[in-house]
């Protein structure tokens, strides 16, 4: 069994756990790609999961209302255990990366964290993944149960299969969570999440200001209805947060177009979004290292340019 741990919010399945279907089925190790749904009031989530997964396993349990890292690696290590996964993929979400390594302690297993591509070696699962900046692609394996988790963007989605799997309910003996969340505050925007837009407005420093930012590249981003995306010299000035951060330290996003507006094409940053399947740049530096990548390209001033795209939507 290949277990996948299901992302969810809002009560719609993630973008990241189709993903994460994509990297179980190209790993090419054996058994069913099972999806595991924990939270509470999942059933459109298990419904959506169902159309993608051989199987799908819920554990639907008011001590899941609330995501914590102790008792989701329990739940996460209880199912690979009982199931004999072979391979257990999680989410390279913050949540994910921080409850991982506690189901490789569990199951005392390998941990491959932030893999890129999958397939199997062997009896070893082989993972690729970025270091030193994003500068190097490194190859790890190991063998036996493996514990991954998988960089988001690096897959493309998986497609809906020919029938839904089948669900289970599961019964899991979940610890007495040591740490009570007593509060959640959510920043609410009316933009699509930066890693579910199809179109991703980005912006760089050679956008000129903040308020050249919120001119330009949220304005054209409202016009066409895309997400939002900066690079870490933006976040880094201030001028973003950094959830609009792009790039080997920030988001990986893999978007059917992404315009980039006064970004030069550091390698830090296309790590983050060189697979979107169109790149539009606007730059005034003709040997900006962003038009050697990108699909489109117009040399020219973007507060000159952007205003005319903007009013050309518009219309």
Not at 250 to 255: D, E, L, N, R
């Amino acid at each position: 069994m290949i277990l996948i741990v299901a992302e969810h919010a809002g009560g719609k399945l993630a973008k990241s756990t189709l993903e994460m279907v994509t990297a179980a089925r190209e790993s090419g190790r054996e058994g069913p790609v099972t999806l595991l749904v924990l939270g509470q009031g999942t059933a459109e989530v298990a419904n959506a999961a169902a159309a993608v997964a051989d199987q799908v396993l819920v554990a639907d349990l008011p001590q899941l209302a609330t995501y914590n890292a102790e008792v989701w690696a329990a739940a996460a290590a209880q199912i690979a255990q009982e199931g004999e996964a072979n391979t257990v993929i999680i989410g390279g979400s913050r949540s994910g990366r921080e409850y991982a390594p506690r189901v490789a302690v569990k199951l005392d297993a390998p941990y491959l964290e932030d893999a890129t591509s999958l397939r199997s070696n062997g009896a070893a699962l082989q993972a690729q993944r970025y270091t030193y900046l994003a500068r190097v692609t490194e190859t790890v394996e190991a063998d036996g149960t493996v514990v991954v988790t998988v960089k988001p963007g690096s897959f493309a989605p998986a497609a809906p299969a020919a029938a839904p799997g089948e669900q289970y309910d599961v019964e899991l003996n979940l610890p007495a969570p040591r740490m009570e969340i007593t509060g959640k505050s959510v920043e609410k925007s009316s933009r699509v999440a930066l890693t579910e837009a199809d179109v991703i407005v980005s912006g760089g420093r050679g956008v000129g200001s903040p308020e050249n930012f919120s001119a330009y590249v949220e304005g054209l981003a409202d016009a066409i209805g895309a997400g939002v995306g900066a690079t870490r010299a933006v976040v880094d000035a201030g001028w973003r947060p950094y959830a609009e951060q792009v790039g080997q330290t920030g988001k990986t996003v893999q978007p059917k177009a992404y315009i980039a507006l006064g970004v030069s094409g550091a390698v830090q940053h296309l790590s983050g979004m060189g697979k979107s399947k169109n790149i539009i740049a606007i730059n005034k530096d003709p040997e900006a290292p962003i038009f050697k990548v990108a699909d489109y390209g117009i040399v020219g001033d973007v507060s000159q340019i952007v205003p005319a795209l903007i009013a050309a939507t518009k219309q």
